[in-house]
């Protein structure tokens, strides 16, 4: 073959290889929401945090506005401490809270959060005091039939 | 064994002649990659069709079918592409080279480059290595591409999943670098052992019609052997303990 054609085909094989690195990168990943150069940390403290994993989103409204950096136990009180990276362009007042929700019936748990009304933003470094823990599936059942049981002895005294 | 590293240090340290003179190693990336296109991109879009239509079947039962994007992805991704395009390298690709080099020695075109003190592993081998080891990370990315089209275009095309929740669900499960950049190791190391095994098992032949037949047999079972052994490592590695 030519030179100047099979150098022509390498060029096109290489382009082909390199733009499918970055269909792979940008499409399929979501390379967008890992370079949170502009972000900040806030530590949330849960009673308990069910499934909850590093990376799950964190939302506001439906919106993923950080990621969950990391997950810890604070072995002073037992508390799960979670490290959240949230987006600089989206500022939240200090009193805002943090919930555990699960997207779906089956789906993966994230974090949610509601702002505050507070006039001062959270800053780097702060904490979420005000937090709703995961729905534990075994802890909703026991207290449903201990209420229950609890129910139906105080139904027989009367 | 100790040959075989005797071998690959000898590549290695000759291959700064031979990329001097990239030409060589465009040569052989023409024929180790472009001329590997056309099975690489067949292939991977009949993996995705057939993936995107199992899965489709499967999660259908479970009322998730929008979550194939993700199944296909992630299949294709981690393992699949690297792996899927390595076996199909080693047999288009790393067997044509064991051929090659068999044949270069038992009609003695090696010891004749010896002889007139060109560098055989500088002229022939070291180009191959590099052709092979370049080309094989884009194969895979090209596979994994193409498989991801062809569940695409069963599921959303044909079957009519939700494009939208198509893409959005694998974008939220596809992290660029616990899935995308291992997918690419994996494939850099598959390629680095296949074409190893290929140029190795071609020097080593023993120099008869029947020695670089059994070469090239070998080279296409170990190199099988070996991609399989390392993912089973690479993915203990890489996906365990996140």
């Known amino acids: 073959m030519q030179r100047t054609t099979l150098d022509l085909w390498v060029g096109i094989f290489v382009t082909a290889g390199v733009a499918a690195l970055f269909v792979l990168a940008l499409k399929v990943g979501n390379a967008s929401s890992v370079n949170m150069s502009d972000s900040y940390r806030v530590i949330a403290e849960f009673d308990n945090i069910g499934g909850l994993k590093a990376r799950a989103p964190v939302k506001s409204a439906g919106v993923v506005v950080g990621r969950v950096e990391n997950i810890s136990l604070d072995t002073r009180n037992f508390r799960a401490n979670v490290a959240l990276r949230i987006d600089k362009r989206y500022p939240f007042p200090r009193d805002s809270s943090a919930s555990i929700l699960t997207a779906g019936l089956l789906g993966e748990q994230y974090v949610g959060m509601d702002g505050g009304g507070d006039e001062q933003n959270l800053k780097d470094g702060d904490r979420l005091k005000i937090t709703q823990s995961a729905i534990v599936l075994e802890k909703v059942i026991g207290q449903f039939l201990y209420g229950k049981a609890a129910e139906t002895s105080t139904g027989k005294k009367e | ?242």
């Open chain 2, 1 to 242: 064994m100790g040959s075989a590293t005797r071998f690959m240090g000898l590549v290695l340290l000759r291959s700064s002649a031979s990329l001097r003179r990239f030409h060589l190693t465009i040569d052989e990336l023409h024929f180790a990659g472009v001329l590997s296109l056309i099975i690489i991109i067949v292939s991977g879009l009949f993996v995705g069709l057939v993936l995107g239509l199992q899965g489709y079947e499967t999660l259908k039962r479970y009322g998730s079918a929008e979550a194939v994007g993700t199944l296909v992805a992630l299949a294709l991704v981690r393992e699949l592409g690297p792996v899927v395009a390595a076996l199909l390298f080693a047999s288009r690709a790393g067997s044509a080279m064991t051929a090659e080099l068999g044949i270069m020695k038992s009609t003695e075109q090696l010891s004749a480059m010896e002889m007139m003190a060109v560098d055989p592993f500088a002229r022939v081998i070291s180009p191959m290595f590099w052709g092979g080891f370049l080309s094989m990370p884009l194969l895979a990315a090209i596979f994994s591409v193409m498989g991801i089209f062809g569940g695409y275009l069963i599921t959303v095309v044909i079957i009519g999943v939700d494009s939208g929740a198509f893409w959005s669900q694998m974008q939220s499960s596809v992290d660029l670098r616990n899935d995308i950049i291992n997918g690419v190791i994996k494939s850099v190391v598959f390629g680095a052992a296949v074409t190893a095994i290929a140029l190795f098992e071609g020097y080593d032949a023993p120099p008869t019609a029947e020695g670089v037949s059994h070469a090239v047999t070998r080279t296409v079972v170990t190199s099988a052997l070996a991609v399989l052994a390392l993912d089973f490592v690479l993915t203990a590695f890489m996906f365990t303990g996140v």
